[in-house]
């Protein structure tokens, strides 16, 4: 009971402190202009300044609570007294946070928690990049110009933002359907995560399918993801069979479903096995490309939506994949 109770304050005050983090973080009066009084911008306006930057800091222990890893932070980097405003807080799962700040306070935030929390911690600054969505049912009556404008239009519960926050990176067909077109579009932050909880969008008439579309690289050779054939050093797989050699060298007929393995999801239902992780749900019996019934690949899009854009979400969960 008493270390119940103990619990609880430590939660209260871990709160307390983050509340002060917060409103520390709300004041950003430019100390070197002393001709320019009253410039705090409101946490709102703060959110919008476009100049932002996310460290993320999480615990090598996967099990430690996010409150333990943010009284930590309080306790050894001291933001607050170390100058660094965060503008937000983001917990994400095994005990971690991705904190917001501006671009060069984030430098500090990071080199500051990597001196003081690196043995227990894993520091890392996230990259800039922004998530892209493929869109797929778009009329062929519609040019990008018209088509890009009937999204925003259409759907602009969704798109809050203005026209140029949206960059469309691709516009073309389908190898199916010419009645149809697809396109690739940068979105927000924002956006992404509206995203996630549609079926789809309206283009026209047309009800569109979204997709993640995070550019995965995986090897030809090895069939891992992130890095290419030019550089790996493992042994090669097939993409088809799962079998020691590269998909060009397999015999097996291409026909029969049931040769189809995928070396990606047997490995990783390895890992989960010998983990005692529930693997049962992993399922094999695909071929390696075939990403929207592949557990590996799906694992690497959380990650990546985890990791670079601070989102959390369970396999699966998030938009279709291709
Ligand atoms: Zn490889
Ligand atoms: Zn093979
Ligand atoms: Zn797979």
Redesign the pocket.
């Known amino acids: 009971m008493a270390c119940l109770k103990q619990e609880v304050e430590t939660l209260k005050l871990s709160n307390i402190d983050l509340v002060k983090l917060m409103s520390n973080s709300v004041d950003i009066s430019n100390p070197r202009s002393s001709t320019v009084t009253n410039t705090k911008l409101s946490y709102a306006d703060m959110s919008r300044t476009k100049d932002n930057a996310k460290v993320i800091i999480k615990p090598k222990n996967s099990k430690q609570s996010v409150n333990k890893t943010k009284g930590d932070i309080i306790n050894s980097v001291d933001p607050v007294n170390a100058d660094v405003k965060v503008k937000s807080v983001k917990s994400i799962s095994s005990g971690g946070v991705i904190l917001t700040c501006c671009t060069k306070e984030a430098e500090k935030l990071k080199s500051l928690a990597c001196d003081k929390l690196s043995d227990n911690y894993e520091i890392r600054k996230l990259t800039n990049i922004k998530p892209q969505i493929r869109i797929v049912g778009i009329p062929a009556y519609m040019d990008q110009t018209a088509a890009i404008h009937s999204l925003l239009r259409q759907n602009d519960t969704i798109f809050k933002g203005n026209a140029s926050d949206y960059k469309c990176l691709k516009f073309w067909g389908t190898k199916y359907n010419k009645d149809i077109l697809q396109c690739i579009i940068e979105v927000d932050l924002d956006t992404y995560r509206e995203l996630k909880s549609i079926d789809g969008l309206l283009i026209g008439l047309n009800f569109c399918s979204v997709y993640d579309d995070v550019n995965v690289r995986r ?1 030809f ?2 069939n ?1 993801f992130n ?1 290419v ?1 030019k550089y ?1 050093k ?1 042994k090669a797989t097939c993409s088809f069979c799962a079998g020691p050699h590269e998909i060009q060298d397999c015999t097996l007929d291409k026909s029969n479903k049931d040769l189809k393995k995928c070396i990606n999801c047997c490995k990783l239902k390895e890992k989960e096995t010998s983990s005692d992780n529930n693997s049962n749900i992993i399922n094999c019996s695909h071929a390696t490309w075939e990403y929207n019934v592949c557990s590996a690949f799906q694992g690497v899009i959380s990650k990546i939506n985890k990791e670079v854009f601070g989102i959390d979400c369970v396999k699966g969960d998030f938009l279709g994949q291709h």
Request: aromatic share 0%; with cysteine.
């Open positions: 090897c050779k090895c891992a890095h054939k790996c493992n």
